[in-house]
Each structure stands twice: as C-alpha cells, then as structure tokens.
C-alpha cells in the first residue's frame, strides 16, 4: 500500500514561488507526477519523474517555470513552482504509481495524495 500526502501550497502574489512535497508511505519505486485541477475543469498533468528522477517532463504551461523532483531517501517529491501566474492557481495533486502507460493521464495511476490548494494572485 502507498499513501501520499501533499504539503506547502497557499497564497502567493503572481510573480512568486512556492513548493510543495509529497510525502510517500509504503514502496517508493514509483513513477512520480503532479497534477492540478482548477474549479469547475477537469484534471491537468503538470509534470513526470521516473523513480530514479533521471527523467522529467513537463506540460507546456509550466515548462521552463517548474521544476519536479525526488529524495528516495527521504521519500519525497518536491515541485518548485516559480514565476507563478493567476492561471496556476489549482489544488494540486501528487500521484504515484509503478509504470503508468501513459504518463499525462490521471487514470494511468493507482496512487494519489489528498491535494494542496495553491492560489495566485494578481
């Protein structure tokens, strides 16, 4: 069994930074990825690292702005947003699983957090 648990969302002004963990429980050789859902849309894929964290992708809303990765150690992820716009604001999602086929679809994983809300404002 996996269990994640999301922290360090809030409010912050457009323009500034914030990040968020992902705290896992249980095995940790997972793929790892965040997702966000705004009011009212449906869920977003935001970025991708594999279990090693020598691979990464990322939506193109975020690219060049975010940075995903993870401490196995530890057993956390990280997602540092900066340069954060109005647009971004969303609960934000950490999600695991073993290999998801597909790795920008939320149904292609088994694990998910709780969410952080994360609001920008401008």
């Known amino acids: 069994q996996v269990q994640l648990v999301e922290s360090g969302g809030g409010l912050v002004q457009a323009g500034g930074s914030l990040r968020l963990s992902c705290a896992a429980s249980?095995?940790?050789?997972?793929?790892m990825a965040w997702f966000r859902q705004a009011p009212g849309k449906g869920r977003e894929f935001v970025a991708h690292i594999s279990w090693s964290g020598g691979s990464t992708f990322y939506a193109d809303s975020v690219k060049g702005r975010f940075t995903i990765s993870r401490d196995n150690a530890k057993k956390m992820g990280y997602l540092q947003m900066n340069s954060l716009k109005p647009e971004d604001t969303a609960v934000y999602y950490c999600?695991?699983?073993?290999?998801?086929?597909?790795?920008?679809?939320?149904?292609?994983?088994?694990?998910w957090g709780q969410g952080t809300q994360v609001a920008v404002s401008s």
């Open positions: 999600a695991a699983d073993v290999s998801p086929v597909r790795i920008g679809v939320p149904s292609a994983y088994h694990y």
């Open positions: 249980g095995r940790t050789l997972l793929v």
